[in-house]
């Protein structure tokens, strides 16, 4: 099982659109009230908010009011959101797990629908291999609360200790190990702790999991 962002992609340019835009409005591109953008992201990721209630509200902590502002401001968060590369050997990476007929899942925070990455997916040329995917936002519940590994579980409709979860953030890692599942860390936070670690996506090839397929 693999998270999405930061692990099967990237955005190169984050908020790049975004921080112009506000320039151009001579409205500070730093938040100032971290506290309230982290709480809108949970409400969003949760699904308690929809993508564009939490993008207009994302705006106003920035300082925009105006309506044709706002509306222009939503539009330049889509692009940010949608400019995103994929890591190297992702694609190659995924088909080669696939052809090893290993289940392929992806457990993604996110306020996005399904099937806004999937498209992108489908674009990198591996939206067909996945035979599971949960998102925070249709579950309601985030990373790293042990329902969402084993929401995953369930459809794979495998136990834990037949999964591997593949994260790099510290806190997803360690709800995934709490839930008996070998873990796998890339492009992972400093200090993060996981079974194996690997710095190309490639390598995951390499890795010595002895998990059975059959």
């Known amino acids: 099982m693999f998270d999405a962002g930061d692990i099967l992609y990237y955005r190169p340019q984050r908020d790049r659109k975004l921080k112009a835009f506000l320039k151009e409005l001579s409205l500070p591109v730093t938040g100032s009230r971290p506290a309230e953008m982290e709480a809108l992201r949970q409400h969003a990721y949760q699904g308690q908010i929809t993508r564009e209630q939490y993008c207009e509200a994302i705006l106003r902590l920035y300082g925009v009011t105006r309506p044709e502002h706002l509306l222009r401001g939503k539009q330049i968060l889509d692009e940010d959101t949608n400019n995103v590369k994929f890591f190297d050997g992702v694609r190659e990476t995924l ?49 790293p609360a042990p329902q969402i590994y084993h929401a995953a579980l369930q459809q794979l409709g495998i136990p834990s200790e037949r999964a591997v979860f593949v994260g790099h953030k510290a806190s997803e890692l360690e709800g995934a190990r709490a839930v008996g599942m070998k873990t796998i860390a890339f492009n992972y936070d400093a200090g993060a702790k996981a079974d194996f670690y690997i710095d190309q996506f490639a390598d995951l090839l390499k890795v010595p999991i002895t998990i059975s397929t059959e």
């Not at 306020?111 to 996945?130: E, M, N, S, T």
């Not at 035979?131 to 519940?141: P, T």
Request: net charge neutral.
């Open 95 to 143: 088909l080669a797990l696939k052809e090893r007929e290993y289940l392929l899942g992806i457990i993604t925070d996110t306020a996005l629908p399904v099937h806004v990455k999937l498209g992108w997916f489908d674009h990198g040329g591996f939206g067909h291999v996945w035979d599971s995917i949960v998102s925070s936002k249709e579950l309601g519940i985030r990373k």
